[in-house]
């Protein structure tokens, strides 16, 4: 098979949750060990830093793996899902995973992937750590895909664990309180393995608390050590400058990702920086300071409070759930512009109404979906959308939706477009 055959194969012969939902999650971490066993547990031949949480594990796992390459390491990075492309969930140094050698790992482990039936996770999960071991990576940043207890990634024997924050989302397989989700995304916690828990929350704080001390787990919360506030857009209006506040004195730092909620991650990202070195892993202020400022450009992340154009200003976000919306419409409001366009489409095993519930009443909508089966229709969010008296046109596609806006817009005009991963990722100019 060549590489678009593979592809087909595997989305085709895999249960795929980016796409299916439900239908491709599974509680058993069984599949994975097996594979990884089959593959000669590749997972051990490198170190690791396992980030979970529920909003801004992508950013600051690309935020990490940014900064130990400026520092000269060569590091693995696996994220998911993808925008793009598949290759772009598993990188060295930056650089996606060759075509090459995705059809190969199927082709030489075709006959046990279908003797296991893996799903597309598992089975992404294992050729990640396969390709890291291959490479000789010093170091591979790994996020993980929901959850932790059970997510394929928790195979892993890491020598720091990150939980940036907990929040409502993925509730039908979570938990339905923050404490249920937080014992979920506990379960990366390691026996000995220092924990960093980004966002200082009450109902959470107990959960991870008592969790790291049944396993003897050194326990940071790195908001009571660090403070991070946004500043000033630099030029461009995709890097930001941040104020950090810490026991060491307040700094100005920049950082390439310009959204508000990246203040919410720096405290993990910073203290993180600042424990490498005790985990063997030396990281200079310099490195720190340039993995910040170039993330994106070290990385390839896409759509994160990214301009996609100025005039009129056109931002999209892959922000997706109630908390990260309530943080998306606190930015909008900062933002000087006389009419406001967003372009909205949803996944519909989501809490649609916490969401649609916090938009403004005063914007002109476009409601679209992405290409999908998890997708909400687009006619089904606008009749939904309606209830909270948010009214707009209804356009399926995301670029003809955003081309409709564009050609409506004045020249100081606001258009945001969001709502889902998946929306953002079929934007033709991301």
Same mark, same amino acid.
């Given at each position: 098979?060549?590489?678009?055959?593979?592809?087909?194969?595997?989305?085709?012969?895999?249960?795929?949750?980016?796409?299916?939902?439900?239908?491709?999650?599974?509680?058993?971490?069984?599949?994975?060990?097996?594979?990884?066993?089959?593959?000669?547990?590749?997972?051990?031949?490198?170190?690791?830093?396992?980030?979970?949480?529920?909003?801004?594990?992508?950013?600051?796992?690309?935020?990490?793996?940014?900064?130990?390459?400026?520092?000269?390491?060569?590091?693995?990075?696996?994220?998911?899902?993808?925008?793009?492309?598949?290759?772009?969930?598993?990188?060295?140094?930056?650089?996606?995973?060759?075509?090459?050698?995705?059809?190969?790992?199927?082709?030489?482990?075709?006959?046990?992937?279908?003797?296991?039936?893996?799903?597309?996770?598992?089975?992404?999960?294992?050729?990640?750590?396969?390709y890291?071991?291959?490479?000789?990576?010093?170091?591979?940043?790994?996020?993980?895909?929901?959850?932790?207890?059970?997510?394929?990634?928790?195979?892993?024997?890491?020598?720091?664990?990150?939980?940036?924050?907990?929040?409502?989302?993925?509730?039908?397989?979570l938990g339905?309180?923050?404490?249920?989700?937080?014992?979920?995304?506990?379960?990366?916690?390691?026996?000995?393995?220092?924990?960093?828990i980004?966002?200082?929350?009450?109902?959470?704080?107990p959960?991870?608390?008592?969790?790291?001390?049944?396993?003897?787990?050194?326990?940071?919360?790195?908001? %009571?050590r660090?403070?991070?506030?946004?500043?000033?857009?630099?030029? #461009?209006? &995709? +890097?930001? /400058? !941040?104020? =950090?506040?810490?026991?060491?004195?307040?700094?100005?730092?920049?950082?390439?990702?310009?959204?508000?909620?990246?203040?919410?991650?720096?405290?993990?990202?910073?203290?993180?920086?600042?424990?490498?070195?005790?985990?063997?892993?030396?990281?200079?202020?310099?490195?720190?300071?340039?993995?910040?400022?170039?993330?994106?450009?070290?990385?390839?992340?896409?759509?994160?409070?990214? %301009?996609?154009?100025?005039?009129?200003?056109?931002?999209?976000?892959? #922000?997706? &759930? +109630?908390? /990260? !919306?309530? =943080?998306?419409?606190?930015?909008?409001?900062?933002?000087?512009y006389?009419?406001?366009?967003?372009?909205?489409?949803?996944?519909?095993?989501?809490?649609?109404?916490?969401?649609?519930?916090?938009?403004p009443?005063?914007?002109?909508?476009?409601?679209?979906?992405?290409?999908?089966?998890?997708?909400?229709?687009?006619?089904e969010?606008?009749?939904?959308?309606?209830?909270?008296?948010?009214?707009?046109?209804?356009?399926?596609?995301?670029?003809?939706?955003?081309?409709?806006?564009?050609?409506r817009?004045?020249?100081?005009?606001?258009?945001?477009?969001?709502?889902?991963?998946?929306?953002?990722?079929?934007?033709?100019?991301?």
């Amino acid at each position: 098979m060549n590489y678009q055959e593979t592809l087909d194969y595997l989305f085709n012969a895999l249960p795929m949750f980016q796409r299916i939902g439900a239908a491709a999650f599974k509680k058993d971490l069984g599949p994975t060990m097996a594979l990884c066993g089959h593959l000669g547990n590749p997972q051990r031949a490198f170190k690791s830093i396992h980030v979970a949480g529920t909003n801004g594990k992508g950013s600051t796992s690309h935020a990490l793996a940014s900064i130990l390459q400026e520092q000269g390491y060569k590091v693995g990075l696996y994220t998911s899902p993808h925008l793009k492309s598949f290759t772009e969930r598993i990188r060295v140094d930056g650089l996606p995973i060759c075509e090459k050698a995705v059809v190969d790992f199927v082709a030489q482990n075709k006959e046990f992937l279908e003797q296991i039936k893996p799903s597309f996770f598992e089975m992404t999960v294992a050729l990640a750590f396969d390709y890291f071991a291959r490479e000789k990576v010093d170091i591979a940043v790994v996020e993980v895909g929901m959850g932790g207890r059970l997510d394929s990634t928790n195979v892993l024997l890491p020598i720091l664990c990150v939980i940036t924050n907990i929040g409502m989302d993925h509730m039908q397989f979570l938990g339905d309180t923050l404490p249920e989700i937080a014992a979920e995304k506990a379960g990366i916690i390691k026996t000995g393995i220092p924990v960093i828990i980004g966002t200082t929350q009450e109902e959470t704080e107990p959960i991870f608390t008592a969790k790291a001390h049944e396993l003897k787990a050194p326990i940071y919360f790195a908001d %009571r050590r660090i403070r991070a506030s946004p500043g000033p857009y630099l030029p #461009g209006g &995709n +890097e930001r /400058a !941040f104020f =950090v506040e810490s026991s060491s004195g307040r700094v100005t730092m920049t950082f390439g990702l310009a959204g508000d909620y990246q203040a919410q991650n720096l405290p993990a990202i910073l203290m993180a920086a600042e424990m490498l070195p005790q985990l063997g892993l030396p990281v200079s202020s310099d490195s720190l300071e340039r993995g910040l400022r170039n993330l994106v450009p070290n990385t390839g992340l896409k759509g994160r409070w990214q %301009r996609l154009n100025e005039i009129p200003l056109t931002i999209c976000d892959t #922000g997706h &759930n +109630e908390d /990260a !919306f309530k =943080v998306i419409i606190q930015q909008i409001k900062q933002l000087i512009y006389k009419r406001l366009w967003i372009i909205l489409g949803l996944v519909k095993d989501k809490d649609v109404g916490s969401v649609l519930s916090l938009l403004p009443t005063d914007a002109t909508y476009v409601f679209c979906q992405a290409t999908i089966p998890r997708a909400m229709t687009a006619q089904e969010l606008a009749n939904q959308a309606g209830a909270f008296g948010l009214l707009g046109e209804v356009i399926e596609d995301v670029n003809e939706a955003l081309n409709w806006a564009l050609q409506r817009a004045d020249d100081d005009d606001l258009i945001y477009v969001g709502g889902s991963t998946f929306v953002v990722a079929e934007i033709a100019n991301l």
